[in-house]
């Protein structure tokens, strides 16, 4: 089956219920024998511009569900400046190719006006303390439109008729498979699903890098080669900690700041050694004294006009 580009909510609902009775009345998916669960369905959320990255989220749906949608859909709540929403790469037929080879089913990809018929929605999920934390402190309100448009595309996504019960492993019939590169993101959509109790599971993809170690981003497209260069000091300093962690050494983090401000057209917003679960600063075993247990270093900087984000799982 090819992918199918589906702009309306009402299409896309008729379209995977459709699609899902008949994979289960099939006995499952056509790609290989058990590669799909039978009556599961995915959804991976995107803003397009889509990279290896995506295709990796999008592979890791594939193989573990009946039917997969990817949603393509540039936000404008998550946009304080004008003008970097409408730079914004916008390449639909270029993300339907991607998609298409990887297996997706459906491609949804709506106007603003489908997606908020009656403007700018009044009533929106709120961050919270973390939505202003990292990112939030440097891009106010972004993290409000992301979970806004993440809880109307869930709900979107969400089977038309309605949800089987969980399987023996526990997992529900219902997935969304986000990125771990943007762990602040992540963390977020997890806290709104459980506290709100939206009958999704969430399923996080490891971080893809390119092959220098970047990772991959559709900002990477505006770096110069000079800035791309400058921009590894990022991973580099990044790998140097898990090096460390990994050593059950003192992480020295000073010594990390140091390092990428050592970069030149590097201008380094925070590098912090968090809970992977909370995302709170560490306050113990970082600096002075031998690592134990896990933590996440989170960086930030922007290298030339582009704003880079990374992160590393430590322990």
Do not use: W
């Amino acid at each position: 089956m090819s992918i199918e580009l589906v702009r309306t909510i009402a299409e896309l609902k008729a379209k995977t219920s459709a699609l899902l009775v008949s994979r289960a009345g099939a006995g499952g998916g056509e790609v290989g024998s058990g590669a799909r669960a039978v009556g599961t369905l995915a959804l991976v959320p995107t803003m397009g511009a889509l990279h290896h990255g995506h295709a990796q989220l999008a592979a890791a749906a594939v193989a573990e569900n009946s039917v997969v949608v990817a949603s393509v859909f540039v936000n404008p709540l998550q946009f304080g400046d004008a003008t970097d929403l409408a730079r914004y790469p916008r390449t639909t037929d270029a993300d339907l190719a991607l998609l298409e080879k990887v297996g997706v089913d459906f491609m949804f990809a709506p106007t603003v006006e489908q997606m908020y018929p009656t403007g700018e929605p009044m009533v929106r999920i709120t961050a919270g303390k973390l939505g202003n934390m990292y990112e939030g402190a440097s891009r106010p309100g972004h993290f409000d439109g992301a979970l806004t448009v993440v809880a109307k595309l869930l709900h979107v996504g969400m089977p038309g008729r309605g949800l089987a019960a969980p399987d023996a492993a526990g997992r529900l019939p219902y997935r969304a498979y986000f990125g771990q590169k943007d762990a602040q993101q992540l963390t977020l959509v997890r806290k709104m699903v459980a506290d709100l109790n939206f009958p999704v599971e969430i399923v996080p993809v490891p971080t893809v890098r390119d092959a220098d170690g970047l990772a991959s981003s559709s900002r990477n497209r505006f770096l110069s080669e000079q800035e791309r260069e400058s921009a590894l000091v990022l991973s580099r300093a990044l790998l140097l900690l898990k090096r460390r962690a990994d050593a059950h050494e003192p992480l020295d983090i000073d010594s990390a700041v140091d390092l990428v401000r050592s970069a030149p057209g590097v201008d380094l917003d925070y590098l912090e050694v968090v809970d992977p679960a909370t995302l709170e600063v560490r306050g113990e075993n970082c600096q002075d004294t031998p690592f134990t247990g896990e933590a996440l270093v989170l960086i930030a900087a922007k290298v030339g006009p582009v704003r880079l984000i990374d992160n590393m799982p430590l322990g």
